[in-house]
Structure formats: structure tokens, C-alpha cells
């Protein structure tokens, strides 16, 4: 692919990425609440000052409003812009680091990034995981692996995870985070692990395939220990205070898809 059709994939794939951005953190807000996506318009929580187009302009709008809503003054959190730019940022990460390898794959990672960044945010302000982005992720495991059957005569319209190891990490994921989440109920008499959280990993488990999943669970796990830690020594919670897992494991997971490989690859080359 020549350079100049690549720049402006780029180009396109920031400023889309900053729009659905815009648009996740509707959904982030929503969702949750059992409202509507469409209705009512977009409006200031505080003062209910319904937004103009030009409110709404991803991360350009909050610099000119300086963070603040422009009728009651009153601070614009933060998040909303974090959520653009990150949505931004991991669309261009994700046509840079596959975009050479498998057209399809490129737009399953960047529809992945939607699912992930919803449920990273949701989980960390509610504790829950919809439903429907644990099957928006199962799909999209589906599509990829349809995309192997249907186009295996062309490389760029095809991955390089084989189906069985798709089918290995759903099975895996789901029965080995199944059995953590009952064994602890039985075992300490509460979720260790929500149930929410077991159908997240299936789900992707499916769309990463086995290898990565491992790779993810380990990543999360180290990650959530880490920072636990310091949370609970910083605030001195007791060792029952329940933290939602799904942003770490999300955190793994989008680490797994775009790294896994390497660490795959590199792993069986010691031997």
C-alpha cells in the first residue's frame, strides 16, 4: 500500500476515532442507566442546557469551553476528552500495527477498541458489564473466523490465528473463569470474580484466541496486583473491599492483541 492511500488512512482513522470517541462517551453514560442513545439530546447533567453542534466537537470544545459547560459554569469531566483521545490513539495503533497484515482484522481490532473502552469505563464507575458488549466481542471472534473460511485464498483478507485456537480460548476462558467464579462462592462464600467478567473473558477469548488469552490473563493479573496493592495500602481498605477486575482484564486484552504474537513468536523461537 503506497504511502500517500496510508496517510490518509491514518488521517481518516484519527478523526473517526475521535467521533466515535465523542460517541462511546454517550454510551459510557447511558448504558448503564437504561437510557436511550438517541433521546434526549446530548445535555449538561448539572444544568440540563441542551449542547449545540459545536459543543460537541471532540477534545477542540472542551479546550475553547476550559473544561467547563458554557451556560452553568460548572466543570466538564475529564473523562469525556480521555475517552476520545484514547479511542483515538488505539484506532491509529491498531491501522499502524495491522493494517499490512489483514484488512479484516484491522477493522475487528478497531470495533474490539469500542467494546473494550465501553466496558473499561462502565465496569470502573458501576462495577457491571452489559451484555451486549460481551456478545459484540463474541462476533466479532465469529466474523474472524468466518473472514479465515471465506477469503483463505487471500492474505490480507485473513488472520493469522487459527480457528481451533479461537475455539481453545473460548472454551478455556470460559470454563477456567466458571470454575474460579462458583469455587469461590462455594470456597469464601462470596465472588471473588463476577459473572459478568467470566463471559467477558470467553467472549474474547474467542476473538484473541488461546495463546493470547493466556498472555492477557497474566498481564491483567500482575497489573491488578500491582495497583491494588498500592490503592489498599494508600487508603487502608480491608482486604474485603471488592475493585472492578474488568478494566485490568481489559487492559491485558488490549495488550494481548497487540503484542501477543511478538510474544508468541519469540517464546517458541527458544526452543
Not at 478523526?15 to 434526549?40: D, E
Not at 451484555?131 to 459484540?136: P, Q, S, V
Not at 466474523?143 to 479465515?148: F, G, M, Q, R
Not at 459478568?196 to 492477557?216: E, S, T, W
Request: a positive charge; glycine letters at 6%; hydrophobic letters at 55%.
Amino acid at each position: 500500500m503506497g504511502t500517500p492511500i496510508l496517510i490518509i488512512i491514518y488521517v481518516l482513522s484519527g478523526i473517526i476515532g475521535l467521533c466515535v470517541g465523542s460517541f462511546l462517551n454517550v454510551v459510557i453514560y447511558r448504558v448503564p442507566l437504561g437510557m436511550s442513545l438517541a433521546k434526549p439530546s446530548s445535555h449538561c447533567p448539572n444544568c440540563q442546557y441542551k449542547l449545540k453542534w459545536y459543543d460537541n466537537i471532540p477534545v477542540i470544545s472542551y479546550i475553547i469551553l476550559k473544561g467547563k459547560c458554557r451556560s452553568c459554569k460548572k466543570n466538564i469531566s475529564i473523562r469525556y476528552t480521555i475517552v476520545e483521545v484514547v479511542t483515538m490513539l488505539l484506532w491509529l495503533c491498531a491501522v499502524l500495527r495491522f493494517i499490512d497484515d489483514s484488512y479484516i482484522f484491522t477493522i475487528i481490532a478497531m470495533l474490539a477498541i469500542v467494546a473494550f473502552i465501553a466496558v473499561f469505563f462502565i465496569d470502573l464507575e458501576h462495577q457491571i458489564i452489559p451484555d451486549r458488549f460481551n456478545i459484540m466481542i463474541l462476533l466479532l471472534g465469529v466474523i474472524a473466523i468466518v473472514s479465515n473460511i471465506f477469503f483463505k485464498d487471500n492474505s490480507l483478507l485473513i488472520d493469522t490465528i487459527p480457528w481451533q485456537q479461537r475455539l481453545a480460548g473460548l472454551v478455556f476462558g470460559g470454563l477456567f473463569f466458571l470454575i474460579f467464579h462458583y469455587g469461590s462462592i462455594l470456597i469464601l462464600k462470596k465472588e471473588a470474580l463476577g459473572f459478568g467478567d467470566v463471559k467477558l473473558v470467553a467472549a474474547c477469548g474467542l476473538l484473541l484466541g488461546i495463546y493470547n488469552l493466556f498472555i492477557a490473563i497474566l498481564v491483567s493479573s500482575i497489573i491488578a496486583s500491582v495497583v491494588l496493592l498500592i490503592v489498599r495500602k494508600k487508603k487502608n481498605d480491608k482486604k474485603d473491599t471488592e475493585y472492578p477486575f474488568a478494566p485490568f482484564l481489559i487492559f491485558g486484552m488490549t495488550f494481548a492483541m497487540f503484542f501477543g504474537s511478538y510474544i508468541v513468536n519469540w517464546y517458541i523461537s527458544l526452543f
